[in-house]
């Protein structure tokens, strides 16, 4: 009996496994894999890759050079951060970033490099050379916060240069087994591309008290450029486009320690649109545990590798580390997992907070003067407080009002000094 139930068990999963990979198969792409720099698609690991890569609103760390350029100007802190990735077949992906803060402008460096061993063996099955495939992408990132204020938080805008190279080993002769000087180089590639993003953030359905605003919305394009290859004889335009894409998302927090974020991208072939691969979405949950400790979640649906990922974050210090553990879902259900990990060090916010702290105290003084009636002190208090930002929206508003009612009290002093 026990036997039996076993094996209608195992008949039943079978079952459950074959119509799993059945829905699967229906996202197969037949256009995946025409694009070259394959690597600007691989998550740099951390954060992001744990939401998913659901982070085309997200607007929180440093982990925004893959996603929306125009986050940096929105960021409190400065940050730099190390990443490794671990990949499919001994392949890894480095990433090394920085980015800094100027009141409404945000600046920003990275650099990434894939890699994944190239070794060749001769028709003997004798090892005759051994190097490193690679892709290694800079990008410098700058963006600005328009309009920004207490109430309308601003339309970020920003932008991404890239500039990457795709270096391909020397490779030998079939009948000397001799290394072939510049082969590599005559198939290697270099690519300039130029990423663009738009940011909006604001409150809804809010159920704490924060100044920062709980929902996001971003629009990204991302990887659009040109590729050239065949160093060495004259380089020409690659045949392979880049892997373009325009990606739309939303970030939410509806409590102080929960936030959801959701993606929806589509690839776009920009020599022939009629190629563009199919669309993708991803989603992503983070719950903050403690000040200093977060776990969270993430599905990609992308072609027919539904991608589920878990990771934790917790900081010491200035100190914030990341492990994430991705499982990929081929369309049999054979896993392939990733593994990534990324420190970050936050280096403060450049006084920003030490100056709203000063603005709200000149503001929180003159409400007391202006509520006990001394309007000369409530504007004087005010004028403080806007001589450190003047688009401290409540205190132009008491300043306003003070000074409307100084004038009132003026001229009923006036009347009244007539009779």
């Known amino acids: 009996m026990i036997l039996l139930t076993g094996k209608v068990t195992s008949l039943e999963l079978s079952n459950a496994t074959s119509e799993l990979s059945d829905k699967f198969l229906s996202f197969v792409d037949s256009h995946e894999g025409e694009t070259g720099f394959r690597s600007l698609n691989i998550p740099s690991g951390g954060k992001a890759e744990s939401l998913g890569t659901a982070c085309t609103a997200l607007a929180e760390d440093i ?12 960021l409190k802190n400065t940050e730099i951060s190390v990443s490794h990735n671990s990949w499919i077949s001994d392949s890894a992906i480095e990433t090394l970033a920085g980015t800094i803060r100027f009141g409404n402008l945000g600046l920003g460096t990275q650099i990434k490099c894939f890699y994944v061993p190239f070794t060749e063996y001769n028709s003997f099955g004798d090892r005759v050379a051994g190097n490193y495939y690679s892709e290694t992408t ?25 500039a990457a ?17 510049g082969s590599g180089l005559a198939q290697s590639g270099a690519a300039f591309m130029l990423d663009a993003g ?7 359905a809010k159920y704490y008290a924060s100044r920062d605003p709980n929902f996001h919305f971003g629009i990204s394009l991302l990887n659009f450029g040109t590729a050239f290859t065949g160093f060495g004889s004259g380089a020409v ?6 892997p373009s894409k325009i990606s739309a998302g939303i970030f939410y927090r509806p409590v102080k320690r929960l936030a959801f974020t959701m993606d ?7 020599q022939k649109f009629s190629n563009s691969e199919k669309w993708a979405a991803g989603a992503g949950v983070s719950l903050n545990c403690t000040q200093y400790f977060s776990v969270l979640a993430g599905f990609l649906i992308q072609g027919a590798n539904p991608r589920i990922s878990a990771g934790s ?23 392939v997992n ?17 100056k709203q702290a000063s603005i709200d105290k000149y503001y929180g003084e003159g409400l007391k003067y202006y509520a006990h009636g001394n309007f000369s002190k409530a504007i004087d208090s005010w004028k403080k407080a806007l001589e450190l930002d003047k688009n401290f929206e409540p205190a132009l508003e008491g300043l306003k009002a003070a000074q409307t009612s100084s004038e009132l009290y003026r001229q009923i002093h006036d009347i009244q000094s007539l009779d």
């Open 63 to 74: 982990s925004f050079f893959d996603y929306n350029p125009a986050a940096s100007c929105v």
């Open 138 to 162: 800079a990008a410098v990132n700058a963006s600005y916060n328009f309009l920004s204020g207490y109430y309308f938080k601003g339309l970020a805008l920003g932008s991404t240069f890239k």
């Open 165 to 181: 190279w795709r270096s391909i080993p020397d490779y030998t002769d079939n009948d000397t087994d001799k290394i072939i000087s």
């Open 198 to 204: 738009m940011l909006v953030r604001f409150n809804f």
């Open 237 to 242: 335009k690659s045949d392979d486009p880049l």
């Open 264 to 270: 929806i991208k589509q690839p776009v072939n920009l």
């Open 313 to 335: 974050e917790f900081s010491l210090g200035k100190a914030v580390m990341n492990i994430n553990y991705t499982f990929d879902l081929t369309s049999s259900l054979n896993p």
């Open 338 to 354: 990733h593994i990534s990990l990324s420190l970050k060090a936050v280096l403060g916010d450049r006084g920003r907070a030490a």
